[in-house]
RNA sequence: GCCCAGAUGGCGGAACUGGUAGACGCGUCAGACUCAAAAUCUGGUAUUCGCAAGGAUGUGCAGGUUCGAUUCCUGUUCUGGGCACCA
C-alpha cells in the first residue's frame, strides 16, 4: 500500500470542507486565540511560492493551538481595492471589480490547494459594499471627532463645540491664526465655524502636493515616477498642490510610541517604526532677516551650537523664498527652484550630489548679530519641521559638506574636539567661540540656550515629530467614495442611513479634470457635489482584522460583545514592507475606536512575527554576439542565434580554451553558411532571463527552451564540454558535431545556465507556481518543503530540487505503517524504552520550535525522528499515533489518513496534544567534549553527577589529555556542568 | 543619503542562555538490489597536509574582550527591505 497523497489529500479536503470542521463559534468555553496572515491584495498574477510562506507558518500554529484545546480564530479575505486591477481597466477596459473577483477566484483556488484551516465563512472583501459601508462609516468617526490633548484621547467634535461656546479657543489653540473667544465663536457664520473645525477633525481636508503628470493628465503614485518622469511614457512630472484628506496621526504620535512597548514587535520593528514617528525635542528659533521684517523661523534639536551657524538652508518650496531671493541670485534661485519641482521627494533625500543656492538674503544672529547667508538646498523638506534649519558645519556631516562644497568658511565652536577633516556631532565638548555659552558643557548649554531664547521672546522649546498626518485621499476610481458632500466649500458628511455611498459606474477609468480622479467625470456625482477623491489602499485594511470577528453583521461594523470575547490578534504574520504604512495607520484606527468606546483594546496586535521573502533564483543563458565578415552575401537573419554555456564562458572570460570556442563557433558558421569563406570575431556575450520551469538545477532543457519562443527554435548550442548541438546536426549526420570530448562520454551534452537570486517576479521569468509542485507532490510536502527551507523571518531564494527530501521523508513516515509490498506494518505492540525515548526528545523538541515560529527545526526534528523510528523498526500504534498528532499542524491530510487508517473515529484535528514524559528522557551521563585551551580535542563519558574533583580526576588520566599536557601540570581547568572542560596548559 | 535586517560547506540551513561549528535536507561520490532503469537501502562528503594515526585552517573582512566567540564589543564591505500615492 504506497503513499496516493493526491487521492489523500483531495479526500480529506472535501470531507473537512463538508463537515465544517474549520468554523469558529463566536462563543466557547475554551480560550481563544486569533492568529491573523497580513491581508492578501489579490494579484492578477495568481500566487507565486513566495507568497504562502506565512500563511503555512499561522496555518501552522492555528492547528497547533486547536489540538492544544483553544478556539483558534484563522480568517483570510482580500484587500481587493487598488492601482493594479484600475490600471488593468484602463488598459484593458475590464471592469476592476470583474478583474479582481476573477483574480480572488484563482487566489483562493490555489490556496484551497494547500490544504490552509481558514474558516471561509468569515471572507471579507474590502471592495464589497457590506464591507466598505463600514469603512464609510468609522471615516465618519474620525471626521466627527477629535482629539482632546488634555484626555489624551479622541473625542466627539460635539464636545468641541460646547467647549468652544463656553471657553472659545482658549484651552483648545491649535495655531495662532485662529484664536477665539466664546463671544466670536457664537458670532461665526456656519462656513467660518466648520473652517475652524476643520482644523480639528481626526479626518480633514487640507492641500497637499502630489506627483502631477500634464501628459497623462493624472496624479502618478511614486513608483509610478522615475528620475522624474513618468515610468509609462516617461513625460515629465511636478509636484502639483490639490485638495487632500489626511488623518490626523500625528495627534497619536506619543500614543503610538508608548503602545510599542506593551505589544510583542521586534526590536527592529519597533525602532523602524519609532524612528519613522521621529520624536525629537528640540527649539524653534526666529532669525531676524536682514532688510525684512519677516522672520526666518528654523526648527533644531540642538540650539546650543548657535554659535557655530555660518549659513542658513531653507527648503526650496519654502513661502519667504520669493520675497527675499535678490540681486544676481534671483535667476539662480528660480532655476534651482525648477530643478527640485522636478525631483522626487526620495530622490532629494538620497541624493549625494551637494546642491543649492545661496538666496541673497543674510538672517541674522540674535546673540552676536553675525549675518548669515540663507541658501536654499533640497536637503531641507518643506514638511519637517519649520522647512528651515540653522547649519552648524562644525557639528553636523551634511552641513559641514555643503560648507566645504560652497566655500562657506567654518566657525569651530568645540576647540580641539574639531579637526576640521569632518564634522563631529558631540554634546560633551566644551563650547568655544560661543559668547556666554563660553566653557559650558554642550549638553548643558542646550537648555541654557532653550531658557534664553524664551527670556527674549523669539523662540520656544518645541517638541517635534518627523511623522506627518497620513495622505488619505486618492485621485482614482477603484476605492471607497468618501461619504461627503460639499456645499459652498464646505465638506458636510452624508447621514449614517445613507451608508453605503456605492461607487459608481463609470464609462472611463481615466482621471478626471485637473488632476481630479474618475469620478469627477460623472455628471450626477458631480451634481450633488460628491467628493471625487477616494480612499487609499490602506483604508479598508486599517480595520479588518475586526470584521473577522463578525463578518456578517449588519448593524455594525463589529458587535462589542463579539470584539471583546476575541480581543487582540494575538499572532499576526506578515512582511517588515508593512512595518510604517499599514502596521502604524491600524494602530492608530484601533486607537481612535477604542478612545469613541466602540472597542475594548487600543493595539490590535499583540505579537507580530515578520516573514521573509521567498527570492527567486533566476537562470541566464548567454548569446554569442558576433561580427561576421565575409566577401559573400550573407544572409544574417537565417543564422541561428548561438547559445554558449556558462562554463564555456566563464572560461572565456578568463582566456582558457579560447581556440575551443572559436573552433565550434567557425563550425556551426560553415555548416549553416555552406562554405568557408567568411572571417569572425566573438565580441562578447549577452545574458538573458531564461524561465527557471525550463531549467533542472542549472541544467537547461535545449528541447523546452526550443519550444519557448520563436526566435529560439534553431538555437544552436554550445555545450559545457565544447560540443555543440544544432539544428543541421540533428538533421543531418549527428556525430559529426561532436569533437571535443566525444570520447567523454559521462561529462555529457549539458547547457550549464548563469544563476541569480533576485526578487521573485514575471518579469524575471522566475516565478515558481504552488498548483504544480502541489500536484507532484502533494500539498503535505509543499507545506512542509515551504517551512524547511529555513526560519520564516529570514529571506532566502526558492530553489525546487530539495523538495525532493521532505517528499522522500513523508515516504519514509508512510512505511512506518504501511510496507508497499508487505501492506500493513503497524502492530498493537507495547514499546520499549528506547522507543518512547525517541519519540519524546523528538516530540519535545518539535513542541519548543512550534511555540518558538521555528518550523524548520521542526521540520527537520521529525526527520531525524522518523528515521530514528525506523532504524529501530518500531511499527507500534501507541508510539506513532502520538507522532501522527504532532504532525497535524505541519502536514494534516497524510496525519488524518494515516489516523484514520489506525482505526481512531474522529478527527485527528482535534485529537490531545501528546504530553511529554519526561521519565523516558532522563540521562545518567553524558559525552563531555575536551578541550585543550579552548580546542576540543576528545570525548570523555562522564557521570552528569560527576564534581569538579571528580571530574579532574578522570580528564586528567585521559590518554589525549596527557599527550597535550606533556608531563606538566595544567594552569587551570574549567568545569561547566552538563556542558563542556576545558584544560588550560 | 537615512532607518532596519542579514552574511556559516557546492546549495538551503543547524548550533535556542559565550561551551563538541556544519544537525536535517539537497547535490555529489562509492556500493547493494535490478537484464536495465526508476524507486529503495548502506556508506563517504568543509578545506588542506598525511598511507594512517593525527595535525593545521575555517562562520563576509579587520581588530578587541574571554580559559573558550558563528554567538559579545568596535570598525568595515557586500546583499535584501523600508523611506509617506504599490499593496
Avoid at 466627527?144 to 473625542?155: G, L
Wanted: glycine residues 8%; negative net charge.
Amino acid at each position: 500500500m504506497e503513499y496516493k497523497f493526491r487521492d489523500i489529500e483531495k479526500k480529506w479536503q472535501q470531507q473537512w470542507k463538508d463537515k465544517k470542521v474549520y468554523s469558529v463559534p463566536n462563543d466557547s468555553s475554551k480560550p481563544k486565540y486569533y492568529v491573523l496572515d497580513m491581508f492578501p491584495y489579490p494579484s492578477g498574477a495568481g500566487l507565486h511560492v513566495g507568497h504562502p510562506l506565512g500563511y503555512i507558518a499561522s496555518d501552522i500554529y492555528a492547528r497547533y493551538k486547536r489540538l492544544k484545546g483553544f478556539n483558534v480564530l484563522h480568517p483570510m479575505g482580500y484587500d481587493a481595492f487598488g492601482l493594479p486591477a484600475e490600471q488593468y481597466a484602463i488598459e484593458h477596459g475590464i471592469h476592476p471589480a470583474v478583474s479582481t473577483e476573477n483574480n480572488i477566484n484563482t487566489f483562493r483556488r490555489q490556496l484551497d490547494n494547500i490544504g490552509f484551516c481558514f474558516d471561509w465563512d468569515r471572507e471579507v472583501r474590502t471592495c464589497d459594499p457590506s464591507y466598505y459601508k463600514w469603512t464609510q462609516w468609522i471615516f465618519l468617526q474620525l471626521f466627527n471627532s477629535y482629539y482632546n490633548r488634555s484626555t489624551q484621547k479622541a473625542e466627539s467634535i460635539t464636545q468641541l463645540i460646547k467647549e468652544f461656546e463656553t471657553n472659545g479657543s482658549a484651552n483648545e489653540q491649535r495655531s495662532t491664526a485662529n484664536s477665539f473667544t466664546a463671544q466670536e465663536w457664537k458670532s461665526f457664520d456656519e462656513a467660518t465655524k466648520q473652517n475652524i473645525l476643520m482644523d480639528y477633525r481626526l479626518a480633514y481636508c487640507g492641500y497637499g502636493e502630489v506627483n502631477w503628470c500634464e501628459a497623462l493628465g493624472t496624479v502618478l503614485a511614486n513608483d509610478e515616477v522615475v528620475n522624474g518622469v513618468s515610468e509609462r511614457g516617461g513625460h515629465p512630472v511636478v509636484k502639483k498642490k490639490l485638495r487632500q484628506w489626511y488623518l490626523r496621526i500625528t495627534e497619536y504620535a506619543d500614543r503610538l510610541l508608548e503602545g510599542l512597548e506593551r505589544i510583542e514587535f521586534s526590536e527592529a520593528m519597533k525602532e523602524m517604526q519609532s524612528n519613522w514617528i521621529g520624536k525629537s525635542y528640540g527649539a524653534e528659533i526666529d532669525f531676524a532677516i536682514k532688510g525684512f521684517n519677516d522672520k526666518l523661523r528654523v526648527y533644531t534639536t540642538r540650539p546650543d551650537t548657535i554659535f557655530g551657524v555660518d549659513f542658513m538652508v531653507v527648503a526650496p518650496e519654502h513661502e519667504l523664498v520669493d520675497k527675499i531671493k535678490s540681486g544676481s541670485q534671483v535667476a539662480a534661485v528660480d532655476e534651482y527652484v525648477t530643478y527640485v519641482k522636478s525631483r522626487s521627494e526620495r530622490e532629494r533625500m538620497a541624493e549625494k550630489k551637494i546642491t543649492g543656492c545661496f538666496t541673497g538674503a543674510y538672517a541674522v544672529n540674535p546673540f552676536d548679530g553675525r549675518e548669515i547667508p540663507i541658501w536654499i538646498s533640497e536637503y531641507v523638506l518643506a514638511g519637517y519641521g519649520t522647512g528651515a534649519i540653522m547649519a552648524v558645519p562644525c557639528g553636523d556631516e551634511r552641513d559641514f559638506k555643503f560648507a566645504k562644497h560652497f566655500n562657506i568658511p567654518i566657525t569651530n565652536i568645540i576647540g580641539a574636539a574639531f579637526n576640521g577633516e569632518e564634522a563631529n556631532a558631540t554634546k560633551d565638548a566644551i563650547l568655544e567661540n560661543s559668547g556666554f555659552l563660553n566653557g559650558m558643557v554642550m549638553r548643558e548649554a542646550i537648555e541654557v540656550v532653550n531658557n534664553k531664547i524664551e527670556e527674549m521672546g523669539i523662540g520656544k522649546k518645541k517638541v517635534n515629530y518627523k511623522m506627518r498626518d497620513a495622505a488619505f485621499s486618492r485621485q482614482r476610481y477603484w476605492g471607497e467614495p468618501f461619504p461627503i458632500q460639499w456645499k459652498n466649500g464646505t465638506a458636510w458628511p452624508l447621514p449614517e442611513t445613507e451608508l453605503p455611498l456605492l461607487l459608481p459606474e463609470v464609462d472611463s477609468y481615466s482621471p478626471g479634470p485637473e488632476g481630479e480622479g474618475p469620478l469627477a467625470n460623472i455628471p450626477e456625482w458631480v451634481a450633488k457635489e460628491l467628493e471625487t477623491n477616494t480612499m487609499p489602499g490602506y483604508a479598508g485594511s486599517s480595520w479588518y482584522f475586526l470584521r473577522y470577528m463578525d463578518p456578517h453583521n449588519d448593524k455594525e461594523f463589529c458587535s462589542r460583545k463579539v470584539s471583546d470575547y476575541w480581543g487582540q490578534v494575538d499572532l499576526y504574520i506578515g512582511g517588515t514592507e508593512h512595518a510604517v504604512g499599514h502596521l502604524l495607520y491600524s494602530r492608530m484606527w484601533t486607537k481612535a475606536l477604542y478612545d469613541l468606546g466602540y472597542i475594548g483594546h487600543d493595539e490590535p496586535y499583540k505579537k507580530l512575527v515578520n516573514q521573509g521573502m521567498i527570492q527567486g533564483s533566476s537562470r541566464f543563458v548567454y548569446r554569442l554576439k558576433l561580427d561576421i565578415m565575409s566577401e559573400e552575401q550573407i544572409a544574417l537573419d537565417k543564422l541561428p542565434q548561438i547559445f554558449v554555456s556558462k562554463v564555456v564562458v566563464d572560461e572565456w572570460n578568463i582566456g582558457f580554451k579560447s581556440e575551443d570556442l572559436i573552433d565550434k563557433v567557425k563550425r556551426i558558421l560553415s555548416l549553416h553558411l555552406s562554405h568557408d569563406n567568411f572571417k569572425f570575431k566573438i565580441e562578447g556575450f549577452s545574458s538573458f532571463h531564461v524561465d527557471v520551469n525550463m531549467v533542472d538545477g542549472i541544467e537547461l532543457d535545449i528541447n523546452a527552451f526550443r519550444g519557448w519562443k520563436p526566435e529560439f527554435e534553431n538555437a544552436t548550442f554550445i555545450f559545457d564540454d565544447y560540443r555543440i548541438d544544432t539544428i543541421l546536426l540533428k538533421s543531418g549526420n549527428n556525430s559529426e558535431g561532436f569533437v571535443v570530448g566525444e570520447e567523454n562520454d559521462k561529462m555529457g551534452t549539458k547547457y550549464s545556465t548563469g544563476t541569480e537570486v533576485e526578487k521573485m517576479s514575471k518579469s524575471k521569468f522566475n516565478t515558481v507556481n504552488p498548483d504544480d509542485l502541489v500536484n507532484k507532490y502533494g500539498a503535505d510536502t509543499f507545506r512542509m518543503y515551504e517551512m524547511f527551507l529555513g526560519p520564516v523571518e529570514m529571506s532566502k531564494p526558492w530553489d525546487t530540487k530539495g523538495i525532493e527530501g521532505v517528499h522522500r521523508f513523508l515516504k519514509k513516515l508512510w512505511r512506518l505503517f504501511y510496507d508497499d509490498l508487505k501492506g500493513k506494518v503497524w502492530n498493537e505492540e507495547k514499546a520499549n524504552d528506547a522507543e518512547w525515548k525517541a519519540l519524546y526528545k523528538g516530540l519535545k523538541k518539535i513542541e519548543e520550535d512550534t511555540e518558538r515560529f521555528s518550523f524548520n527545526t521542526g521540520v527537520s526534528t521529525f526527520m531525524i525522528l522518523v528515521n530514528e523510528l525506523s532504524d529501530l523498526k518500531c511499527h507500534k500504534k501507541e508510539v506513532l499515533e502520538k507522532l501522527l498528532i504532532a504532525l497535524t499542524p505541519y502536514a494534516p491530510h497524510i496525519a488524518e489518513e494515516l489516523w484514520s487508517l489506525l482505526g481512531n473515529s474522529g478527527t485527528v484535528l482535534d485529537a490531545a496534544y501528546p504530553a511529554i514524559e519526561t521519565k523516558y528522557l532522563v540521562e545518567s551521563s553524558k559525552e563531555y567534549p575536551i578541550s585543550i585551551n579552548g580546542k576540543m580535542r576528545t570525548t570523555i563519558n562522564i557521570a552528569l553527577d560527576a564534581a569538579q574533583p571528580e571530574v579532574e580526576q578522570i580528564v586528567l588520566a585521559n590518554d589525549v589529555v596527557q599527550k597535550w599536557l606533556e608531563g606538566k601540570a595544567p594552569k587551570k581547568i574549567i568545569f561547566v556542568k552538563g556542558k563542556m572542560v576545558n584544560v588550560v596548559i
